[in-house]
């Protein structure tokens, strides 16, 4: 198994202060332990941010566990809470995700880095959950090891380890968690692809890990490679940072979406769901010239904003992020 502290030490900076995600269960437990010995050489500050969505009847017991973990372990503690169940929408599982970004953006000042304990089984889901979705290139990608967050960077380095590696290095080091007993709920997408489906491929594919974890760094670099390439091509149709959008429409639909992407990625701007951007080439770009219209995705309240206009030719972005 990989060392997890050789995963975190590249990415800490002496006299800085870095934060970690801890929501008491094993995989946040591990990488705030890991964390935090990696911070002893490196003389870094360490802080866990833990965030309580009172949606369970133990959410005020898994608070006062992380409370005494970190003081076991002499780690600093920021506590945020909202109420769940004040949410509203399609998903739950989506808002409160979306809820607990917000509060990490908040947190986090420039250049300053969140770690996650998100590990290979999730990445496993979410390519399901993507797929499903029918996400392109990008989306089969999967979860990025590491991007901007605001005006901060998300760090995730146990994306090679799996729950089961996790689960053995807590029972090695005697590390006590939580169990979340809402993960065996299938209301909720992930669950039901964890409990229902994986689980199932397990049985018949046992090395299913590593073949998908094969195939998911495939279309990562390929990604990256089609990612490298169209930034010489959205040069060439961006006039002060506005794209020209003739130009832009004389390429495939499928590479308009790239360069878009590509665009937004610059700027570090919320990137549209793979539903938002097809509507965003095939109804947008093609709007009558003698409008001047826009298309928004996101929410000025919630932080995460875009609005992209069309004016004289020229397609502009701004963001409230």
Known sequence: MIDPKSLIIPHLQEN??????????????????EVGEAAK???????AIHINHEYSKYSGQWEKHCKSFCKDYGLILKKFSFKSNNLKGASLESLMREKRYNIFEKVLSKDEILFMGHHLDDQIETLFFRMLRGSGLKGSSSIPAKRALGKGILI???????????????KRKKLSYVEDESNNNIEFDRNYLRNEVISKISKRWPNYRKSL????DNNKASYDFLSKTSSQELKNILVEEKINVEKLKKYDSEYQKILILNWLESK?????????????TKSFLNTKKTSQPKFIWGSKEKGNYVCLRIKKGFMSAESNL
């Open 16 to 33: 800085k202060t870095c934060y970690v995600a801890y929501s008491g269960g094993v995989d946040s437990t591990v990488l705030l332990y």
């Open 41 to 47: 050489d490196i003389k870094c500050n360490v802080v």
């Open 156 to 170: 995730r380095p146990f994306l090679k380890l799996s729950k089961n590696d996790l689960i053995e290095i807590a």
């Open 213 to 216: 974890s094969k195939y998911i």
């Open 268 to 280: 570090k701007f919320r990137l549209p769901s793979s539903q938002v951007l097809e509507e965003l």
